[in-house]
């Protein structure tokens, strides 16, 4: 089964604020990240948090993470249609540098006038 | 810099036939990485390339997959014969030697038919 899980989609009106959650089950996680993808495009790393962390903040992108709960989740404050894409949550264990990452499925987030 | 580029961009194959996708990392990138999204689900790490050396190939999926790295530039990845499950996109990332951030491909959408 999935070591990380999304949902699937999103629908939110332009200006409005987007809330994208994840959940993870490796607890040796240390580093997790928020990845977009729009059409036709590859994944763009938007931002990314340490385990340690509990809030980061960059321009209208909020990342919190409850690390009890392993819940991560992206909040994109004002959303515009740009930010139509697919977004994907992702983790990579800190012992390995340059290992893999594990993704979720990605949630689809439809922006509408 | 040019980013990560990636050939074809979609191929549409016959069950039973054989196609090879291409990488192009960012040049000086040491490592190289495969991964796959099937449709709407998870995208799976494949394997990782320390220049033309497999450092981890432990999410190949079966012997239909040869992937190689000749030279520790660009990679190719065969399937040979593919199968309608073999169906979805195919993404290279890259990293410089000291690990950090994966620099994604647009991908090679695969379908078999």
């Known amino acids: 089964g999935e070591d990380v899980e999304q949902s699937l989609f999103l629908s939110v009106r332009e200006g409005d604020s987007s809330v994208i959650n994840c959940t993870y089950t490796?607890?040796?996680?240390?580093?997790l990240y928020w990845y977009k993808q729009e059409p036709g495009a590859g994944l763009q790393l938007l931002t990314y948090?340490?385990?340690?962390?509990d809030m980061k903040q960059d321009q209208r992108l909020t990342v919190l993470l409850n690390k009890k709960d392993k819940h991560l989740s992206l909040r994109i404050a004002d959303t515009q249609t740009g930010d139509s894409a697919i977004y994907f949550c992702?983790?990579?264990?800190?012992?390995?540098?340059?290992?893999?990452?594990?993704f979720g499925a990605g949630t689809q987030v439809v922006v509408t006038p | 810099e040019a980013g990560v580029t990636q050939f074809p961009s979609h191929s549409v194959i016959e069950k039973g036939q054989t196609v090879t996708l291409r990488c192009d990392p960012i040049?000086?990138?040491?490592?190289l990485y495969w991964y796959r999204r099937v449709m709407g689900k998870e995208i799976k790490f494949l394997l990782h390339?320390?220049?033309?050396?497999?450092?981890?190939e432990s999410g190949m999926p079966n012997n239909r997959f040869l992937a190689e790295r000749t030279g520790g530039t660009y990679s190719t990845l065969k399937v040979q014969p593919a199968e309608l499950e073999d169906s979805g996109v195919y993404f290279c990332?890259?990293?410089?030697?000291?690990?950090?951030?994966?620099?994604f491909g647009p991908g090679t959408r695969l379908t078999v038919t």
């Open positions: 990332a890259s990293t410089g030697t000291g690990g950090g951030e994966q620099y």
């Open positions: 490796d607890s040796s996680s240390t580093y």
């Open positions: 948090i340490f385990s340690n962390m």
């Open positions: 992702a983790e990579k264990d800190n012992m390995d540098s340059w290992g893999k990452l594990q």
């Open positions: 040049s000086g990138h040491d490592n």
């Open positions: 390339f320390v220049k033309e050396s497999k450092q981890d």
